[in-house]
């Protein structure tokens, strides 16, 4: 058995940057770029938009705490 040297030259590898020709992806990266953008709004709005309709319903749920709490002093002598 015979070993082969498999070291290459760093001189022979390219030092440039060569597109390649022929593939077949059709997606730019601005478009990608805009598409996160618009996800990462709508994940925003969607969790604040969230918020505030629990926000409504705790706040609806301590005025009928209140309502209650105040019929029940009224009755008390």
Request: hydrophobic share 45%; net charge negative; charged share 20%.
């Amino acid at each position: 058995m015979t070993a082969q040297s498999t070291t290459t030259d760093p001189n022979d590898r390219s030092q440039e940057f060569v597109p390649v020709t022929g593939g077949t992806e059709t997606t730019s990266a601005e478009l990608m770029l805009v598409l996160a953008y618009l996800v990462m709004w709508g994940l925003l709005l969607a969790f604040v938009g969230l918020g505030w309709r629990r926000q409504g319903k705790v706040e609806a749920r301590i005025a009928d705490l209140e309502r209650a709490v105040g019929a029940g002093k009224a009755r008390d002598p």
